[in-house]
Protein backbone atom coordinates (compact mmCIF):
# COMPACT_ATOMS: atom_id res chain seq x y z
CA UNK A 1 0.00 0.00 0.00
CA UNK A 2 1.20 3.03 -1.27
CA UNK A 3 1.52 6.02 1.46
CA UNK A 4 -1.23 8.50 -0.60
CA UNK A 5 -3.28 5.31 -0.06
CA UNK A 6 -2.63 5.76 3.61
CA UNK A 7 -3.69 8.96 3.74
CA UNK A 8 -6.62 8.98 1.51
CA UNK A 9 -7.83 6.17 3.98
CA UNK A 10 -7.11 7.68 6.92
CA UNK A 11 -9.12 11.31 5.24
CA UNK A 12 -11.98 8.81 4.47
CA UNK A 13 -12.37 7.40 8.55
CA UNK A 14 -11.59 11.41 9.72
CA UNK A 15 -14.32 12.30 6.69
CA UNK A 16 -16.83 9.47 8.70
CA UNK A 17 -15.79 10.64 11.96
CA UNK A 18 -16.50 14.20 11.08
CA UNK A 19 -20.03 13.89 9.66
CA UNK A 20 -20.97 11.49 12.31
CA UNK A 21 -19.94 14.36 14.94
CA UNK A 22 -21.57 16.67 12.58
CA UNK A 23 -25.04 14.28 12.34
CA UNK A 24 -25.21 13.96 16.28
CA UNK A 25 -24.78 17.59 16.52
CA UNK A 26 -27.93 18.44 14.42
CA UNK A 27 -29.69 15.52 16.24
CA UNK A 28 -28.81 17.25 19.63
CA UNK A 29 -29.70 20.96 18.14
CA UNK A 30 -33.12 19.62 16.73
CA UNK A 31 -33.60 18.02 20.51
CA UNK A 32 -33.30 20.79 22.42
CA UNK A 33 -35.10 22.50 20.19
CA UNK A 34 -38.26 19.94 20.74
CA UNK A 35 -37.31 20.48 24.42
CA UNK A 36 -37.79 24.39 24.18
CA UNK A 37 -41.04 23.70 22.71
CA UNK A 38 -42.22 21.48 24.98
CA UNK A 39 -40.98 24.04 28.13
CA UNK A 40 -43.04 26.79 26.19
CA UNK A 41 -46.10 24.29 25.72
CA UNK A 42 -45.70 23.73 29.67
CA UNK A 43 -45.48 26.61 30.88
CA UNK A 44 -48.59 28.49 28.80
CA UNK A 45 -50.90 25.92 30.22
CA UNK A 46 -49.21 26.55 33.57
CA UNK A 47 -49.77 30.32 33.16
CA UNK A 48 -53.60 29.50 31.56
CA UNK A 49 -54.48 27.12 34.49
CA UNK A 50 -53.04 29.51 37.07
CA UNK A 51 -55.31 32.36 35.36
CA UNK A 52 -58.50 30.02 34.72
CA UNK A 53 -58.10 29.33 39.37
CA UNK A 54 -58.07 32.53 40.01
CA UNK A 55 -60.67 34.15 38.04
CA UNK A 56 -62.26 30.50 39.41
CA UNK A 57 -61.58 31.46 43.22
CA UNK A 58 -63.50 35.35 42.27
CA UNK A 59 -66.50 33.55 40.74
CA UNK A 60 -67.56 30.42 42.83
CA UNK A 61 -67.12 31.75 46.19
CA UNK A 62 -70.43 33.64 46.68
CA UNK A 63 -68.33 35.65 49.60
CA UNK A 64 -65.56 36.37 47.70
CA UNK A 65 -67.33 37.63 44.47
CA UNK A 66 -69.24 39.90 46.53
CA UNK A 67 -66.12 41.20 48.16
CA UNK A 68 -64.75 41.95 44.81
CA UNK A 69 -67.83 43.56 43.35
CA UNK A 70 -67.81 45.92 46.15
CA UNK A 71 -64.42 46.82 45.40
CA UNK A 72 -65.31 47.51 41.46
CA UNK A 73 -68.39 49.72 42.69
CA UNK A 74 -65.05 52.16 44.30
CA UNK A 75 -65.63 50.80 48.43
CA UNK A 76 -62.76 52.05 49.96
CA UNK A 77 -60.85 49.42 52.70
CA UNK A 78 -62.84 51.94 54.90
CA UNK A 79 -65.68 49.99 53.95
CA UNK A 80 -64.78 46.57 54.50
CA UNK A 81 -63.99 44.68 57.99
CA UNK A 82 -60.70 43.59 58.59
CA UNK A 83 -61.74 40.88 57.97
CA UNK A 84 -62.38 41.42 54.28
CA UNK A 85 -59.85 43.21 53.96
CA UNK A 86 -57.59 40.48 54.85
CA UNK A 87 -59.34 38.34 52.42
CA UNK A 88 -59.04 40.83 49.69
CA UNK A 89 -55.56 41.70 50.81
CA UNK A 90 -55.30 37.54 49.87
CA UNK A 91 -56.49 38.00 46.76
CA UNK A 92 -54.59 41.01 45.76
CA UNK A 93 -51.23 39.19 46.90
CA UNK A 94 -51.97 36.04 44.72
CA UNK A 95 -53.08 38.29 41.64
CA UNK A 96 -49.65 40.18 41.74
CA UNK A 97 -47.85 37.04 42.13
CA UNK A 98 -49.56 35.68 38.97
CA UNK A 99 -48.37 38.96 37.09
CA UNK A 100 -45.11 38.34 38.44
CA UNK A 101 -44.85 34.84 37.15
CA UNK A 102 -46.12 36.04 34.12
CA UNK A 103 -42.98 39.02 34.08
CA UNK A 104 -40.56 36.21 34.79
CA UNK A 105 -41.88 33.72 32.23
CA UNK A 106 -41.49 36.91 29.55
CA UNK A 107 -37.77 37.85 31.04
CA UNK A 108 -36.50 34.07 30.44
CA UNK A 109 -37.63 34.40 26.53
CA UNK A 110 -40.12 31.61 27.82
CA UNK A 111 -43.68 33.44 26.23
CA UNK A 112 -43.43 36.45 24.21
CA UNK A 113 -45.28 39.71 24.65
CA UNK A 114 -48.34 38.49 22.99
CA UNK A 115 -48.97 36.43 25.75
CA UNK A 116 -47.23 38.05 28.99
CA UNK A 117 -50.02 40.62 28.18
CA UNK A 118 -52.86 38.41 27.83
CA UNK A 119 -53.08 37.36 31.27
CA UNK A 120 -54.68 39.71 33.78
CA UNK A 121 -53.11 43.04 32.78
CA UNK A 122 -56.03 44.53 31.71
CA UNK A 123 -58.58 43.56 34.76
CA UNK A 124 -60.70 45.60 36.42
CA UNK A 125 -59.32 44.43 39.37
CA UNK A 126 -56.61 47.09 39.19
CA UNK A 127 -58.31 50.13 38.19
CA UNK A 128 -60.10 49.50 41.93
CA UNK A 129 -59.13 52.00 44.64
CA UNK A 130 -59.13 49.30 46.81
CA UNK A 131 -56.59 47.59 44.93
CA UNK A 132 -54.50 50.73 45.06
CA UNK A 133 -54.42 51.37 48.46
CA UNK A 134 -53.37 47.71 48.91
CA UNK A 135 -50.97 47.54 46.01
CA UNK A 136 -47.69 48.51 47.61
CA UNK A 137 -48.50 45.78 50.28
CA UNK A 138 -49.46 43.23 47.79
CA UNK A 139 -45.85 44.33 45.79
CA UNK A 140 -43.58 43.44 49.06
CA UNK A 141 -44.15 40.09 48.03
CA UNK A 142 -42.37 40.10 44.74
CA UNK A 143 -38.77 41.15 43.58
CA UNK A 144 -37.88 45.09 43.61
CA UNK A 145 -37.50 44.96 39.61
CA UNK A 146 -41.21 43.35 38.89
CA UNK A 147 -42.33 46.06 41.67
CA UNK A 148 -40.65 48.70 39.48
CA UNK A 149 -41.72 47.59 36.29
CA UNK A 150 -45.68 47.10 37.95
CA UNK A 151 -45.79 51.04 39.02
CA UNK A 152 -44.57 51.69 35.90
CA UNK A 153 -47.06 49.54 33.56
CA UNK A 154 -49.72 51.13 35.84
CA UNK A 155 -48.53 54.50 34.98
CA UNK A 156 -48.59 54.16 31.54
CA UNK A 157 -51.56 51.92 31.27
CA UNK A 158 -54.72 53.16 34.05
CA UNK A 159 -54.79 56.69 33.72
CA UNK A 160 -57.14 56.62 36.89
CA UNK A 161 -54.68 54.82 38.69
CA UNK A 162 -52.63 56.62 41.26
CA UNK A 163 -49.84 54.50 42.81
CA UNK A 164 -48.67 56.13 46.20
Known sequence: MSAANGRS???????VAATGVILSLVFVGLEI?????????????AL????RDLVLQSLLSEEHSALISRTF???????????ENTQLHGYYV???SHLHNTYLQRDAGVVDEEVFEAYGWNSPVLRTPHFE???????????????DFFRQWMAEHVSEFRLR
Open 48 to 51: SDSH
Open 73 to 83: LGETSEGFTDH
Open 94 to 96: VYI
Open 133 to 147: EWSERALATVTPAFA
Open 33 to 45: GQNTLAVRSSTLQ
Open 9 to 15: RISAKEF
